[in-house]
């Protein structure tokens, strides 16, 4: 997480938005086996004539950090796409969100969640979440990911916005 330039979070309205993506459970040393299904996602789409509407995301569904998490790896897509085996069509809900956006490499976004989410109690706010036996339940919680690594590779300049779905 940088602090030059800082820019703190900020509450925006989101349309509801279609997507396809693929899911797993994994626990917090296994993350990347889902993250790293991105281009594969990507790549499954093209082949079905699909062009991504948006940057790609990790969307947490379930989290319990010392046990697993139910994580989706999607992307935006104008409409609904067909079932293709494990990648499935979806919408990301629309509502206020707070969103954040981190500057910098992968390895600083659990900084930056902790800021987001200590930003958000100190304002007295409350997420779309809510405790289940498997760990708390998000609405939309996500990362998506603005840098493509193809065009730079330098993870110092990357750019991954934050977005929460806040309870209304």
């Not at 996602?41 to 697993?68: C, H, T, W």
């Not at 987001?116 to 609405?139: I, K, N």
Request: glycine residues 8%; contains cysteine; charged residues 25%.
């Amino acid at each position: 997480m940088t602090t030059t330039g800082y820019v703190p979070p900020r509450i925006v309205d989101r349309a509801a938005r279609p997507y396809a993506a693929v899911r797993a459970l994994v626990t917090m040393e296994s993350v990347d086996t889902i993250a790293h299904r991105i281009p594969e996602v990507i790549g499954r789409l093209s082949a079905l004539g699909v062009e991504p509407a948006g940057p790609p995301f990790l969307k947490y569904n379930v989290i319990d950090m010392a046990r697993q998490l139910e994580i989706e790896a999607g992307v935006p897509v104008a409409g609904a796409v067909v079932h293709d085996g494990d990648l499935f069509s979806g919408v990301l809900p629309a509502g206020r969100f707070v969103t954040y956006t981190h500057l910098g490499s992968p390895a600083g976004l659990v900084g930056a969640t902790a800021l987001l989410l200590d930003w958000a109690l100190a304002a007295g706010l409350r997420w779309d979440m809510r405790p289940t036996a498997e760990g708390d339940r998000w609405g939309c919680r996500m990362e998506s990911y603005r840098t493509d690594p193809r065009s730079q590779p330098d993870t110092a300049k990357w750019e991954t916005d934050l977005e929460f779905r806040l309870a209304d």
